[in-house]
């Protein structure tokens, strides 16, 4: 059965460092997504992502953070300089459409921790 | 606005007796439904969704949840409950993104 992979599962970064979480959404979905869950919180929606465009965005996806499809297969997620806050297990999630009928998939996820 | 509230953070029962997952949910139109379920370092795996078909959906590994709109609820429901069960259990509405509610840990005695 087709599955999102993320890499790498688990991520430490200094604060003020770039980081980039990588997935490789379902082959043949459209639409791709990126939450986060900061421990003891809810998962929080930060972007989705189709036609090589961003389709929607949360408050929380400000200009630290960037998202790219950088080949046929890969959906990354870049935070330009991560804070102690940005520290969270990071989802990707992949869609055939983007109908709110339509299942999304989830990676395991990337644990990052920021020092 | 769409949002989940799951009623209960942690359950916990013993193995062969029935689970009971509760959520009410909040929509402006008819909502879309999930229930996923999270296993230790594992990804967030579909158990059931609700689209405006039948009221009643089934889901994999014999759970199951009823749509009531009369009380925006979307509990998940289990007759006899496995040790394997025991996760991380979170409803979602979609409004486009997911919306996510707290989520509920299920505890399986023996």
């Known amino acids: 059965e087709p599955e999102v992979t993320q890499t790498p599962s688990h991520q430490v970064t200094q604060m003020g460092q770039e980081v980039i979480l990588r997935c490789v959404p379902i082959?043949?979905?459209?639409?791709f997504y990126w939450y986060r869950q900061i421990l003891g919180q809810k998962v929080e929606f930060l972007v989705s992502?189709?036609?090589?465009?961003?389709?929607?965005k949360s408050e929380i996806f400000d200009d630290q953070f960037s998202v790219e499809r950088p080949d046929g297969s890969n959906f990354t997620l870049k935070i330009r300089s991560t804070k102690l806050e940005d520290s969270a297990m990071y989802f990707c999630a992949s869609s055939a459409s983007g109908r709110i009928t339509d299942t999304q998939y989830f990676g395991p996820g990337t644990r990052l921790t920021v020092l | 606005a769409q949002s989940v509230t799951q009623l209960d953070s942690h359950v916990s029962v013993s193995e062969g007796t029935p689970v009971l997952l509760r959520c009410n949910y909040s929509s402006s139109y008819s909502p879309s439904l999930f229930w996923y379920v999270q296993h230790p370092n594992k990804g967030l795996q579909l158990l059931l969704k609700y689209t405006s078909a039948a009221t009643l959906v089934k889901g994999i590994n014999g759970f199951e949840a009823e749509f009531k709109k009369s009380e925006t609820s979307f509990h998940l429901t289990k007759p006899s409950a496995h040790m394997s069960d025991a996760a991380e259990y979170f409803c979602?509405?979609?409004?486009?993104?997911?919306?996510f509610g707290a989520g509920t840990r299920l505890t399986v005695k023996p």
């Open positions: 082959s043949n979905h459209l639409y």
């Open positions: 979602v509405v979609s409004a486009g993104d997911m919306r």
């Open positions: 992502f189709y036609n090589n465009e961003i389709s929607e």
